[in-house]
């Protein structure tokens, strides 16, 4: 509804008692729909500012996929890493690599 047709409606009020209720109550209807759609203006805003961080199923389930197997990758080369620097510690803690193959520590 306009600002317009709000005083339009206001003068009508209050030129003449077209309506059971009272020129007060009108104004009240009036006000409460303003705020009314000022808050629906505002919440469109915000939805229309959210639009872009919005993926549909498909690429939630694509971007889900991809960060699985790069967490479980992840998870591989950091028990790669922990193994090496286990022979290295022993390496240096003057240990041999006959030693570590009786253990099972590293593949031949």
């Known amino acids: 509804m306009t600002p317009e047709r709000i005083e339009e409606i206001k003068q009508m009020v209050a030129d003449d008692d077209v309506t059971p209720f009272g020129p007060e109550y009108i104004i009240e209807l009036l006000a409460a ?8 203006e505002l919440a469109y805003a ?15 389930d694509s971007l889900l996929n991809k960060h699985s197997v790069l967490a479980r990758a992840h998870r591989e080369v950091q028990q790669t890493i922990a193994r090496q620097q286990k022979v290295i510690d022993w390496y240096e ?6 030693e570590l193959l009786e253990e099972g520590e590293v593949q031949p």
């Open 33 to 40: 729909l303003e705020e009314a759609q000022q808050q629906a």
């Open 46 to 60: 915000a939805y229309e500012g959210l639009q872009g961080f919005c993926v549909s199923r498909g690429e939630y």
């Open 93 to 98: 803690s003057g240990g041999s690599m006959g």
